[in-house]
């Protein structure tokens, strides 16, 4: 004869809790089968050929022939019967009959928890049955029996379901030491224009910072700490990065020890999770809307082009690898063209160094100490305040005006067919634009004066002007005050005209005081159409 077992059958699905950490699941065979110690498993164990009750079995066979699990499941042999040993879902787990304690652990494995599916009170576990189950799953023996008895009573309070039953010590992370930038490193779209627009060209992508300016809150590095699991498990210490190390130019405040500062004037930058301060601006790529305009008070290098219609300033030097097409570029110190300047009309190039270009181009170009171009200058406004040098292959200079103050000194001037270009030495670009100021200032205050005496005249008379005493004396007391206010205006006048004039002839004359002599010299060849004009001491010489 065999027996048939039977065991009350529940679908296989899984309950699921949350945490914060996320959602967590344990799957139970047989979640229906909630059995508390000492509970029957088996329904009954019937003769195969006399059915007693109306369903299909979940498992058959001869009863000497059915595994269970000891730690679990005992059988007892008076009765026939296989009961539970601890609270749990009895069902059948790879062939064995198993009671599977509703224990669920955290992510961490630092903490345990037993699910209770309801509150009946003939579902709720007693103390010693939590601690069969702390013993049978072998879990480390955290807490005590008063504890966990404490941790029962409150669950069933609040209707809480899961109840902690054991519980390690969560690892603590290693870390070295890093910054929180108080300045957002990310690059923005645009600028926001007054008519509502954007301005895709200014991304505020240069992050700038001056010597002594706070860049970040410093976090002090930690060493970790050991844990252990609910199992009793060692937790090795783990290192993880939570921000970029402070590099080079930085400083903690020694006040202060939140504080990171900037020890010299730059921009912020991280690479490789490394916050630098770096006194050169180097962009790998070309200025175009990627990186929109640049500013910045240190020296920029660019390694590739820069594009129609951006600008870069800097008050340092600038060197570009790449060709610039029609931008503005503004240096405070020297400038390194290495692949030329193609430009057109509205864009300017200023330097206030030393300049060199592989060549020039449809630009408008002002250096104030010394230009070298390696092959031409075509079409072009140069003015220089130093020396034009362009001789080293080509060295050619075709079309436009080309003004040194010293020399200008090229291989060839013009082309066969005559192009016109213009050579100009002796001329001191900044003493001229400080003249032309000068002169627009005096015929300002001279055409004042006209409009004043053309008042004057409508007010009172023409003779006013010729004698403004004897006509004010004449005048009766109640006229006297007005004619003596227009009489200061006019002084006043007077008084500025002079001083503008004064101090025009003073920057007109500052020329003559140099000691060196304007030259212009062509190695190789001048073609007609060239004209030359040499202003030496005040005198201008002209071929």
């Known amino acids: 004869m065999q027996d048939w077992y039977y065991i009350t ?18 799957t139970i065979p047989y979640p229906n089968n909630l059995k508390m110690p000492g509970d029957i ?32 499941v005992f059988k007892d042999s008076v009765r026939n019967t296989l009961m539970a040993k601890i609270f749990g879902f009895a069902g059948v787990l790879k062939g064995y009959l198993v009671v599977i304690p509703p224990l669920v652990v955290d992510e961490s494995k630092s903490k345990a928890h037993l699910y209770l599916p309801g509150f009946e009170q003939a579902k709720i576990p007693q103390i010693d049955d939590i601690l069969k189950i702390i013993t049978n799953l072998k879990l480390f023996p955290s807490l005590d029996q008063y504890q966990i008895q404490k941790n029962l009573d409150e669950c069933i309070k609040t209707s809480n379901a899961f109840v902690l039953i054991a519980q390690g010590r969560a690892m603590e992370m290693a870390f070295a030491d890093y910054v929180i930038p108080n300045i957002s490193l990310e690059k923005s779209v645009g600028k926001l224009k007054d008519d509502g627009t954007i301005d895709y060209k200014e991304r505020g992508s240069i992050k700038e910072v001056f010597e002594g300016d706070i860049v970040g809150q ?29 590099g080079k130019n930085l400083y903690v405040d020694s006040e202060n020890q939140n504080v ?37 008070s240190g020296n920029i290098e660019i390694r590739g082009k820069i594009s129609d219609g951006f600008s870069v300033t800097s008050f340092g030097n600038i060197t570009v690898h790449g060709i ?81 103050l010293k020399k200008i000194e090229a291989n060839i001037a013009g082309n066969k067919s005559g192009l016109a270009t213009e050579l100009i030495c002796g001329v001191d670009q900044e003493l001229d634009d400080k003249i032309m100021v000068r002169k627009r200032e005096l015929m300002r205050l001279e055409e004042a004066k006209r409009l004043l005496h053309e008042k004057v005249k409508q007010s009172f008379s023409a003779s006013f002007l010729r004698n403004p005493l004897n006509f004010i004396s004449a005048l009766p007391e109640d006229k006297k005050k007005s004619a003596l206010q227009v009489l200061e205006k006019m002084n006043t006048m007077n008084e500025w005209i002079r001083k503008a004039s004064a101090a025009l002839e003073k920057l007109e ?10 030259e212009i010299i062509i190695l190789q ?8 004009r040499v202003v030496s001491f005040g005198k201008n010489t002209s071929t």
């Open 41 to 72: 498993i088996v329904a009954q164990m019937v003769d195969p050929e006399k059915p007693s009750v109306n369903k299909m079995p979940v498992i058959k066979g001869p009863s000497k022939k059915l595994d269970f699990d000891s730690h679990t």
């Open 9 to 26: 059958y529940g679908d296989k699905k899984p309950f699921e809790y949350f945490v914060e950490s996320g959602n967590y699941q344990l």
């Open 260 to 296: 990171v500062r900037s020890l010299i004037n730059g921009f912020l930058e991280i690479k490789n999770n490394i916050l630098d301060v770096n006194e050169t601006l180097i962009i790998p790529s070309d200025i175009d809307y990627n990186t929109g305009n640049i500013e910045f």
């Open 218 to 246: 410093f976090v002090k590095g930690s060493e970790g700490k050991e844990g252990f699991t609910v199992y009793g498990q060692r937790m090795a210490v783990i290192k993880s990065v939570k921000g970029p190390a402070p």
């Open 509 to 518: 004359k500052s020329g003559d005081q140099y000691n060196f002599t304007p």
């Open 525 to 532: 060849k001048k073609y007609d159409g060239v004209k030359e």
């Open 324 to 404: 610039v097409e029609a931008a503005h570029l503004f240096s405070k110190n020297n400038m390194n063209l290495m692949s030329g300047v193609l430009s057109k009309e509205g864009y300017k190039i200023q330097c206030m160094g030393n300049m060199y270009a592989k060549f020039i181009q449809s630009s408008d170009v002002f250096v104030k100490k010394d230009l070298i171009v390696d092959d031409f200058i075509y079409h072009s406004r140069v003015r220089c305040n130093g020396t034009i040098q362009v001789t080293q292959k080509t060295g050619v200079i075709l079309g436009g005006v080309t003004t040194a």
